[in-house]
């Protein structure tokens, strides 16, 4: 009985195709590891809420409105679509797969900023948020922020 439990919380280990990779994915030839449930990999992808695909298109013509007007104020940024895999043991019910909310990842000199939106609002991870219907707008903001916090930090240097 013990192993049938522990069976369900066991997958295959990975062998790694590369010596750049043996750091991240260590080799156990064939052998089985046990994936904790708590592994910090499994907790934030499992939650990402569904998004019906006709949703997930308009969100994605809105992010890629934005993309196009913050190209035309050089910000380089990179549409990322999402989707959700849930793999089933066939033992317990499980959480649906499907497309997740889009994401546009926005390149600055201070790292990488994400955009959503739900249709209304652009939420950016750093906690701006701009409205969806103004796309120029939105890229002008960002820009200027981007702009202000570049001359900030080579005034203080």
Not at 77 to 105: F, I, K, M, Y
Not at 106 to 127: E, K, Q, V, Y
Not at 130 to 146: D, E, G, L, V
């Amino acid at each position: 009985m013990d192993n049938d439990r522990h069976a369900a919380n066991v997958v295959p280990q990975q062998r790694s195709q590369s010596p750049s990779h043996e750091l991240a994915h260590p080799r156990i030839n064939g052998d089985h590891e046990s994936i904790p449930e708590n592994a910090p990999n499994a907790t934030h992808a499992s939650r990402a809420p569904i998004v019906a695909p006709a949703e997930v298109t308009r969100r994605m013509l809105l992010l890629a409105d934005l993309q196009a007007a913050l190209e035309f104020n050089e910000v380089h940024s990179v549409l990322a679509r999402n989707h959700r895999l849930v793999l089933t043991s066939g033992r317990a019910p499980c959480e649906p797969s499907g497309p997740t909310d889009p994401q546009l990842h926005i390149f600055t000199p201070d790292g990488t900023d994400i955009a959503t939106t739900d249709g209304i609002t652009n939420s950016l991870a750093s906690g701006h948020e701009c409205p969806a219907s103004n796309p120029h707008a939105a890229a002008t903001m960002i820009r200027q922020r981007i702009f202000n916090r570049t001359t900030f930090s080579e005034e203080s240097t």
